[in-house]
């Protein structure tokens, strides 16, 4: 559930998980936003190839990026989603609002996690997310596939 969801319509939820989220825009984050939705209003597609390879670089950490196999499969479902409509490019998103006063008024209680490599949302920014919302705590992680380095309670 997207922390927004918490704002709008808290009945919806006991707890929560946000991921990869922010309280603030940045410029960083809002970039591939607003360029796709420029290049989606211009009615504009990618090559599937090349839309993959945009993906590949945005999502993935450095340590899935060393490894040759996971790359190629990767590289294969951003394509096909690509191919599909369904990739992110497809439907995209606004930028992130600017929400510090509002998280406040949060009542769930989430529990936000943040990725090192994630770089559209570093974990830094998690941990502002969960210091803006009342008791919520914080975990970030190296990757998904290491261990946790930080809790913030």
Same mark, same amino acid.
């Given at each position: 559930?997207? !922390?927004v969801k918490?704002?709008?319509?808290p %009945? @919806?939820a006991?707890?929560?998980l946000p991921?990869?989220?922010?309280?603030?825009?940045?410029? !960083?984050?809002?970039?591939?936003?607003?360029?796709?939705?420029?290049?989606?209003?211009?009615?504009?597609?990618?090559?599937?190839?090349?839309?993959?390879?945009?993906?590949?670089?945005?999502n @993935?950490?450095?340590?899935?990026?060393?490894?040759?196999?996971? !790359?190629a499969?990767?590289?294969?479902?951003?394509?096909?989603?690509?191919?599909?409509?369904?990739?992110?490019?497809?439907? $995209?998103?606004?930028?992130?609002?600017n929400? $510090?006063?509002?998280?406040?008024?949060?009542?769930?209680?989430?529990?936000v996690?943040?990725?090192?490599?994630?770089?559209?949302? $570093?974990? %830094?920014?998690?941990?502002?997310v969960?210091?803006?919302?009342?008791?919520a %705590?914080?975990?970030?992680?190296r990757? $998904?596939?290491t261990s946790?380095?930080?809790? !913030? %309670?």
């Amino acid at each position: 559930m997207p !922390v927004v969801k918490l704002l709008t319509d808290p %009945h @919806l939820a006991s707890g929560a998980l946000p991921a990869a989220t922010r309280v603030l825009p940045g410029a !960083v984050g809002d970039a591939p936003a607003r360029a796709e939705a420029a290049y989606a209003e211009a009615g504009s597609r990618l090559p599937p190839e090349y839309e993959a390879f945009v993906r590949l670089a945005q999502n @993935l950490s450095p340590r899935t990026l060393a490894d040759e196999a996971s !790359v190629a499969a990767w590289l294969d479902l951003f394509e096909i989603a690509a191919l599909s409509g369904t990739s992110a490019a497809h439907r $995209p998103c606004p930028p992130a609002p600017n929400r $510090p006063a509002a998280y406040a008024r949060i009542t769930t209680h989430p529990l936000v996690v943040g990725f090192a490599d994630d770089v559209p949302a $570093p974990a %830094h920014l998690g941990r502002e997310v969960a210091a803006a919302v009342p008791g919520a %705590h914080c975990t970030g992680r190296r990757t $998904p596939a290491t261990s946790v380095w930080s809790r !913030v %309670h």
